[in-house]
């Protein structure tokens, strides 16, 4: 079955635990991106990759890394997590990178920060 | 860079009844209009897009319509059932998904 495939659904860690959240699609998908969802505010950009290795900052980067080192997977970090990182936080990808095509979003990870 | 406006946030529509989400953007640059389905609990998944270059696609019940001189696209759902509601986003971007903005999302009830 075609999916993007998130871990953990629910997370929740302390001020300055280093997490990782995995990502991982079987679509052979290029572009890969990760967003967060915030009551009134949609959801918002954190990083994106258009392909292998290469990878860009969104909207709300701080506090956050990405990597690309395969295809098919686009893990996020958070080095020193923060309690205004509490959200709820997608992977999607689609198929092309040189312009718009459908977003495939994960199930989510609920991450609570205390 | 692109906004996008949404509204209602809010919309309790009867069974059968039509309801109607509008978005605004403000980049004229922009081509691509997505809208999303969110059910409780669950991930977005993409129901319906529209490209600048048509000004009306339907789905079965749903239909999409886009105004480029007023910059504004609408989502049209007719005869809703309880299994439409779920918060509704609309998208705008101009050239890849990269750019790509979201509304802030709209909360359909339909009440049986």
């Known amino acids: 079955e075609a999916q993007v495939t998130q871990n953990p659904r629910y997370l929740i860690t302390v001020t300055g635990k280093k997490l990782t959240v995995t990502c991982s699609q079987n679509m052979n998908h290029e572009y890969m991106s990760w967003y967060r969802q915030d009551p009134g505010l949609g959801l918002r950009q954190i990083y994106y990759?258009?392909?292998?290795?290469?990878?860009d900052k969104g909207d709300v980067p701080e506090g956050y890394k990405v990597s690309r080192k395969e295809k098919r997977n686009f893990p996020l970090i958070l080095e020193s997590p923060s309690p205004n990182q509490t959200s709820l936080y997608f992977c999607?990808?689609?198929?092309?990178?040189?312009?718009?095509?459908?977003?495939?979003f994960g199930n989510g990870t609920r991450l609570t920060v205390t | 860079g692109e906004n996008v406006e949404q509204h209602p946030s809010t919309l309790s529509v009867q069974e059968g009844d039509s309801a109607v989400i509008k978005c605004t953007y403000s980049d004229s640059a922009s081509n691509y209009f997505p809208w999303y389905k969110q059910e409780l609990g669950k991930r977005p998944q993409l129901i319906i897009d529209?490209?600048?270059?048509?000004g009306e696609k339907k789905d079965q019940r749903i239909a999409v319509t886009l105004n480029k001189t007023a910059k504004h696209f609408s989502l049209h759902i007719t005869e809703t059932q309880p299994e439409d509601s779920a918060v509704y986003f609309c998208a705008a971007s101009i050239y890849n998904n990269n750019d790509m903005r979201f509304g802030a999302g709209t909360r359909l009830t339909v009440k049986p």
């Open positions: 529209i490209r600048s270059n048509v």
């Open positions: 999607a990808s689609s198929l092309y990178r040189g312009h718009n095509s459908p977003l495939h």
């Open positions: 990759s258009m392909n292998v290795e290469v990878t």
